[in-house]
């Protein structure tokens, strides 16, 4: 049975949706980086998009409204860390961590009315071509549309720091905001927009938690994978491909970890849970050896604050 | 480290509050100190739902989240046995040696201590459910409705309470059906959604159509809907969270015991016990039978939960044996609360080993 090829497809796929939360939040905060903004605030994005997503549907009744309000939510609540540190130029960790205490004590404040009411059904697309093909169906049909939406951020995003000219800007101000600066551009709109973007996409990725994954509210439920999407970044040394395969290994860990004790193989959990900040470790060993690499693909300025001179 | 200042934060707001009005008040009044929030819907959840019954009763009552089973403990202890609560009851494990050493300061206070067995004063007692009646009720509707015998059991932490949950659930479910298999995975949390929700996955991918659970959210009743097996809710009733899948859940009720110990405060009859209660003085609670269970089924289970009520039947009737064939309990004995409240091997039948 182990050997079936369904079932490994099967497998495949929880992998690939526990990955999404984290794909959504790392690509959006890789954005942020790469303008050279340290925000350590994902955690509480994500738990505010959560909360915000649950309580708008539950109260609409609208999954539209509850997955765009999810995203607004997340740009509201990334709009204090970018006045804070943008136009009050405060420390970016400080500020970040903030944030995050912050998020996750006002979402289980909003969240007190909702716990205990059972979230609606998230609608599937493809459902009906999940058995056509052996291994590939159970992967590429039967998910929701915040499903392919993460699989495809990836690329989008690695398009766009590429080959747009406000990808090069965003690189330009990240790398060197005194001389972005002095070629016109403004550097602080262009962070402040990073940093709403980066709370759109972790208010998506907490929505998708709280509406998709598992459909409720409860205190704290997005466990620490606002973490885990911040280690990602510097996993991927700031490349958005790799995030995807990073969250893949990341989201993967826990399910074949539980799929082994169901066979019965015992690995120590605690290694386990470990292991990703093991990886990004050893990953980032690996490449700090190579420091011309190292200085290629880290935003120079980052977390560094940019006061503009009068 | 930053959810613990929080709630160091709100639980020191919350104690400021309590001092307040501990000026004004002069009936009973029950505090209660809880380890998680009380919107976890489930552990902590279903406490709160006892201390609103007392409120309910007419008493005044605080309660204090989040307390680490820490120094912080006694600190929160002391500061409520200091600002005039009657009796107070700490509602988790870890706080075992805080209230017992706070419990010696305050001899007038009354302290009821939630799943431990340390009554070191005159005035702590203990209090804790047979939750493992409750899972004989499960195994044995789980050992009917398989189809695949194949079990999938969601387990939390390697601590005797989770131990006994699993044995109590597989003889019952082995007794019905002795093809079953019951697969564990361990999750190693009370309560993370999206883990729970990977570890039902799990199981089910592997063939389980049948999924138990020893951990508090819901988003494994949920994960079974979805997947179009059957579930068990945990702690409160989940039925409206998974309609098709959960076939009964099995309910704590705390309401009545704290009802009762604040009454007897009140009245001046409160004594040192130790209590220990299950389906037959209301403190577990099996929820509505599903439907979809066979009648037969549902009156075998009905006829189970009087037995086990009514002291007919016990969950650990003899002869029971471990995994490697030693003698747990003779034939015709049942197993003793000593036994129960320290069991640590898993009975026959169980597949791999408890996790160090």
């Keep these: 049975m182990i050997i079936d090829i369904n079932f490994i497809g099967l497998i495949i796929a929880s992998i690939m949706a526990s990955a999404v939360p984290l794909i959504l939040a790392s690509c959006g905060e890789l954005i942020t980086e790469r303008s050279g903004v340290l925000n350590l605030g ?13 309580a708008l549907m539950t109260v609409t009744g609208s999954l539209i409204i509850a997955i765009f309000g999810a995203m607004l939510a997340g740009v509201l609540i990334s709009t204090i860390f970018a006045f804070l540190t943008q136009t ?20 289980a404040m909003i969240g007190k009315n909702f716990v205990g009411i059972p979230g609606k059904e998230f609608p599937i697309l493809f459902e009906g071509l999940k058995d056509t093909i052996p291994l590939l ?3 590429l049909f039967g998910h929701s549309i915040v499903f392919y939406f993460a699989f495809a951020l990836p690329f989008i995003t690695s398009y766009f720091l590429k080959k747009t000219k406000i990808g090069l800007i965003v690189r330009a101000v990240g790398d060197s905001p005194e001389s972005a600066s002095n070629q016109g551009i403004n550097v602080r709109l262009v962070r402040y927009a990073c940093i709403l973007y980066g709370g759109a996409m972790s208010g998506l990725a907490g929505a998708y938690l709280s509406m998709i994954y598992t459909p409720q509210w409860i205190e704290n439920m997005t466990g620490g994978r606002g973490w885990i999407a911040l280690a990602l970044v510097v996993f991927s040394t700031w490349n958005p491909i790799k995030i995807l395969i990073g969250a893949m290994i990341f989201g993967g860990l826990t399910i074949i970890q539980f799929h082994m004790q169901a066979i019965g ?46 | 480290m930053h959810k613990f200042l929080i709630r160091s934060f709100v639980s020191s707001l919350v104690l400021l509050f309590t001092l307040t009005v501990a000026a004004v008040a002069k009936d009973v009044k029950a505090a209660f100190v809880y380890i998680g929030p009380t919107g976890d819907h489930g552990w902590t959840y279903q406490h709160d739902v006892g201390r609103k019954a007392v409120e309910a009763a007419g008493f005044k009552t605080t309660y204090v989240e989040g307390v680490p089973e820490s120094a912080d403990a006694e600190r929160v202890l002391r500061q409520l046995a200091n600002s005039g609560h009657d009796v107070i009851f700490t509602t988790s494990f870890g706080y075992m040696n805080p209230t017992n050493k706070v419990a010696k300061e305050f001899p007038n206070v009354k302290f009821e201590h939630a799943t431990g067995y340390k009554r070191e004063h005159p005035n702590v007692s203990t209090y804790a459910a047979r939750f493992y009646e409750g899972r004989t009720i499960l195994g044995t509707i789980a050992g009917t409705m398989t189809k695949s015998n194949v079990i999938g059991y969601v387990a939390s932490f390697p601590i005797p309470e989770v131990i006994r949950g699993i044995n109590s659930f597989t003889l019952a479910a082995q007794k019905v059906n002795p093809n079953i298999k019951t697969k564990i995975v361990w999750a190693f949390t009370w309560y993370d959604p999206g883990k729970e929700a990977e570890a039902a996955k799990a199981l089910i991918d592997q063939g389980a159509d049948v999924i138990a659970q020893h951990t508090d959210s819901t ?103 471990d995994q490697k ?16 409240a320290g069991m640590m091997t898993y009975v026959k039948g169980v597949e791999g080993d408890i996790p160090k």
Excluded: C
């Excluded at chain 2, 064939?325 to 129960?340: F, P, Q, S, W």
């Design chain 2, 219 to 321: 988003a494994i009743v949920q994960m079974a809907e979805k997947a179009g097996v059957y579930a068990f809710g945990q702690a409160s009733d989940m039925d409206k969270f998974a309609p098709k899948a959960v076939l009964t859940s099995v309910e704590n009720n705390w309401g009545p015991y704290y009802v009762d110990r604040v009454k007897a405060v009140a009245n001046g009859t409160w004594s040192q016990k130790d209590t220990w209660h299950g389906i037959g003085d209301g403190m577990v609670v099996i929820s509505d039978l599903d439907s979809q269970m066979p009648a037969d089924l549902r009156s075998k289970v009905k006829k189970l939960q009087a037995d086990l009520a009514s002291g007919k039947v016990h969950s650990f009737t003899g002869p029971i044996y």
């Design chain 1, 88 to 107: 009050l130029i405060t420390n970016h960790v400080a500020t970040g961590l903030a944030l995050t205490i912050f998020g996750i004590g006002i979402s």
């Design chain 1, 137 to 139: 169906g159970p992967i």
């Design chain 2, 325 to 340: 064939g030693n003698l747990m309990v003779a034939e015709g004995k049942t197993a003793d609360d000593g036994m129960l």
């Design chain 1, 265 to 310: 193989v015992r690995i120590p959990v605690q290694f386990l849970t470990a292991l990703p900040y093991i990886v990004t470790i050893i990953v980032l060993v690996v490449i700090s050896r190579d420091s011309r690499k190292i200085r290629l693909s880290t935003p120079s300025s980052l977390g560094k604050s940019f006061h503009k001179d009068n």
């Design chain 1, 42 to 54: 994902v955690e509480g994005m994500m738990i505010i998009g959560a909360i915000s997503g649950f």
